[in-house]
């Protein structure tokens, strides 16, 4: 119990960590440019809603339905993403990335606010799947110039790092109006899906 409240406090400390040295990597990327990638590719999860809302699905997801899933999506997603990112930077075409991205924040949220339960084997493919497509849009944004090595960490470590929000969110499922606030935000997260996905067709 005690092992499991210290990886509470130092996932809680990361990200608060990240959120006080935010404006120092604003500045950071706008003197890095384009060759500095490690900090180009941290910043770009953050700079699109339709990742972020998937990325924190996860965690929250992972949360909800519990050991193991609360380690086991989060540490799916970032390592099937790389794979896609990969993908993206060698140019390798995957047909509808886009709309694969905004499924992934409609059925995430669809599974977070109906608190859908399926094998342990099944949400991770789940999660898998839709980390192909995410990935592979982050390596296909990859700036020119930019180190493919460092710039693949830096998406991975803001990615665990959305993971973190959301499962740090996702604990008060213990109680019940934290039931209520993981299917609210689930809910957030589908309509945001249903906006992404109308978006792309217009």
Do not use: K
């Not at 400390?13 to 706008?30: D, R, T």
């Not at 972020?52 to 929250?60: K, R, S």
């Not at 982050?138 to 470590?157: N, Q, T």
């Amino acid at each position: 119990m005690n092992n499991g409240r210290q990886m509470i406090n130092r996932v809680a400390g990361v990200v608060f960590a990240m959120v006080l040295a935010w404006p120092y990597v604003a500045w950071a990327h706008e003197r890095a440019g384009e060759s500095g990638g490690f900090l180009v590719g941290l910043l770009h999860p953050l700079s699109g809603l339709d990742h972020m809302a998937a990325m924190v699905a996860v965690g929250l997801w992972g949360a909800q339905l519990g050991p193991p899933a609360i380690w086991a999506l989060p540490v799916t997603f970032p390592i099937v993403m790389a794979f896609g990112g990969a993908l993206g930077i060698r140019g390798v075409p995957i047909p509808g990335v886009e709309m694969g991205i905004a499924l992934s924040a409609l059925a995430l949220g669809i599974a977070i606010l109906w608190e859908i339960r399926p094998p342990i084997a099944v949400a991770a493919a789940l999660v898998g799947l839709f980390a192909i497509f995410h990935g592979h849009a982050h390596g296909g944004e990859l700036p020119p110039g930019a180190d493919r090595m460092l710039y693949s960490l830096g998406f991975v470590i803001a990615t665990g790092s959305l993971h973190a929000c959301g499962i740090s969110i996702g604990l008060f499922h213990r109680w019940s109006w934290g039931r209520m606030l993981l299917r609210a935000c689930g809910g957030s997260v589908a309509l945001l899906g249903v906006y992404f996905m109308v978006s792309g067709l217009v």
